[in-house]
């Protein structure tokens, strides 16, 4: 195939994606579709048939085996390197650009393949697709002209619902992680209540024993104060005063520990605060997950009916 030149400067010629138009990259100067064959001198060659033909039982073979985009590519090398007007290569990429649509609405398709479906133009813009239905119709017989329009307008009309049916599946998808982003947060808050609830009975029984151990201290301390007075209150031997002096000692021992039990007291009721109000908290974000997560489940079983 002869190489696309200016007449003008000889710059190189590229096409648009119809190959209706070609424009110099040079001086910009615009060839019309048939400046464009008549420079070309297309006289196909039994040869070139044959090469043709080849590419194309390529190109239907990876179409039945699903390899689309392998097939797009043998479709786009022979409108690009050995017939640009052959329509059986444009009707293919048009097949191919029905199949990419559908993987598209399935979640399945790549970013190339994206970008090819629409000729890089937004999503839904439905140009490319009727570029390559009029150039697979510009040289087809009328009976194959007549098919191609019927399969095409059959995928037009199917398209709306196929849409409506992704955004749908879509929406079930997003609802079933949202689904799931609550119930690991629901988990999440029902392990830390129990976490909390944990440290507070862990603080009330340490509670509990020091306050026992606290009574008990008196007690003992009141027990041995009342020996000392009435079986030492007039002795004055050393053994005497050293168990007076060890009493005082325990006295102020125990005056220590009624201080300290105090002080430990009132550090406990503040961590027992905050850990019953950040409790209140957490239940109440436990209801509000609740709340959120049998509202998700009502609304997959409206979409599942």
């Not at 008549?38 to 590419?55: A, F, G, Q, R, V």
């Not at 040289?139 to 194959?144: G, I, K, V």
């Not at 690991?184 to 808050?189: D, I, R």
Request: charged content about 25%; aromatic content about 10%; overall charge neutral.
């Amino acid at each position: 195939m002869k190489k696309l030149q200016c007449q003008l400067c000889g710059g190189a010629l590229v096409m648009d994606v119809s190959w209706n138009v070609a424009e110099c990259e040079q001086c910009g100067v615009k060839y019309s579709k048939e400046s464009i064959q008549k420079m070309l001198d297309l006289k196909i060659t039994e040869n070139t048939i044959s090469s043709c033909d080849t590419w194309l039982l390529k190109a239907e073979r990876q179409m039945n085996i699903g390899d689309y985009s392998g097939a797009k590519n043998v479709y786009q090398k022979i409108l690009d390197s050995i017939d640009p007007l052959s329509t059986d290569a444009w009707w293919g990429l048009l097949q191919c650009r029905f199949h990419f649509t559908d993987m598209l609405l399935s979640g399945q398709l790549g970013k190339s393949e994206t970008i090819f479906l629409f000729a890089g133009k937004p999503e839904w813009n439905m140009s490319a697709f009727e570029d390559n239905l009029k150039n697979a119709k510009i040289h087809a017989s009328p009976e194959q002209e007549k098919e191609y329009e019927q399969e095409y307008s059959t995928f037009m009309e199917a398209l709306p619902e196929k849409r409506r049916e992704s955004e749908a599946n879509k929406g079930k998808e997003q609802l079933e992680r949202d689904k799931e982003n609550v119930q690991s947060e629901l988990g999440n808050l029902q392990t830390l209540l129990a976490d909390r609830k944990s440290s507070l009975d862990k603080i009330k029984r340490k509670k509990k024993i020091r306050l026992l151990l606290l009574i008990l201290s008196i007690f003992a301390t009141l027990s041995t104060l009342y020996i000392a007075y009435h079986l030492l209150i007039d002795v004055r031997s050393f053994k005497a005063y050293l168990f007076k002096f060890i009493v005082s000692l325990f006295i102020m021992v125990v005056f220590w520990m009624i201080f300290s039990f105090n002080k430990s007291d009132n550090l406990k009721k503040s961590r027992i605060n905050y850990l019953t109000n950040n409790s209140y908290e957490i239940i109440k974000q436990i209801s509000d997950a609740e709340y959120k997560l049998n509202e998700l489940k009502v609304r997959l079983d409206n979409l599942h009916s």
